[in-house]
């Protein structure tokens, strides 16, 4: 079976760092996606963690699961072409990254961020929680 590309949101890899029993962190054990963060997502992740007093070293292990995607955008840039794709303009670079990585989902539990059904329509990527993509691989087998 083809592995599934999934762009994750910062909520979602904090998310499986602090539960290692949830949906999140299932996510980032299967062999059967491609997990990809940008380098802004990398910043985001580390700023979050840091504030809710996560060790460094289990954050920096976290990131060997994901493939990492160089940007390569201003914020301007992104947020003049990705930020009608998003409630919270601080999100567009989650769209951005999703759509430059060319993955088949997005993966968020702050769905309500996102304008799910443009997205689908102009990009072609479904936003779903990390749980609805686990559901989705396994409806497929």
Sequence with gaps: MK?????????VVISSILSKN???N???KSSSFIRIISTISLQEIRIVGSRLKLDSENI??????YKILKMGMTNKLINDQYGRYVI???DAHIVAGAFIAKTQFLSTYNT???KIEQIKRDLNIIVLPPGMILQYLRSRS
């Design 60 to 65: 920096e292990r976290e990131f060997v699961k």
């Design 3 to 11: 592995k599934i590309t999934v762009f994750v949101d910062s909520d």
């Design 22 to 24: 949830g949906t999140a």
């Design 88 to 90: 919270d303009p601080n």
């Design 26 to 28: 299932m996510l980032t």
């Design 112 to 114: 309500k961020h996102y």
